[in-house]
């Protein structure tokens, strides 16, 4: 069983940045897919952000794009979500996620483990 435990959400003022990180337990970390997604209140879960597990190769959601990159630092176990020009409608609840496999899907439904999420506010 894989566990994942986000950190470094907080209250910033628009523009600021902020950066995420998810630490995973359980299984080789290498041998797992990552994803960012989000939640706004009374709306859907959203992807954001994914990065395989071999090549280290980046998607993001074109809401974000330009602004935020998702990496990984396998000695430490660790997705990271750098979050740059941040806006209002970035606010939600951000959540980690990872499969077993290669792919990187949008589909929250495709992942088979979740963090518990971590706040992220931006006032205007």
């Known amino acids: 069983q894989v566990q994942l435990v986000e950190s470094g959400g907080g209250l910033v003022q628009a523009g600021d940045s902020l950066r995420l990180s998810c630490v995973a337990s359980?299984?080789?970390?290498?041998?797992?897919?990552m994803g960012w997604f989000r939640q706004a209140p009374g709306k859907e879960r959203e992807f954001v952000a994914a990065?395989?597990?071999?090549?280290?190769?980046?998607i993001y959601a074109d809401s974000v794009k330009g602004r935020f990159t998702i990496s990984r630092d396998i000695p430490k176990n660790t997705v990271y979500l750098q979050m740059n020009s941040l806006k209002p409608e970035d606010t939600a609840i951000y959540y980690c996620?990872?499969?077993?496999?290669?792919?990187?899907?949008?589909?929250?439904?495709?992942?088979?483990?979740w963090g518990q999420g971590t706040q992220v506010t931006v006032s205007s």
């Open positions: 990065i395989t597990r071999t090549f280290n190769i980046p």
């Open positions: 996620a990872a499969l077993d496999g290669t792919r990187i899907p949008v589909s929250s439904n495709e992942y088979n483990y």
């Open positions: 359980g299984r080789t970390f290498s041998s797992l897919s």
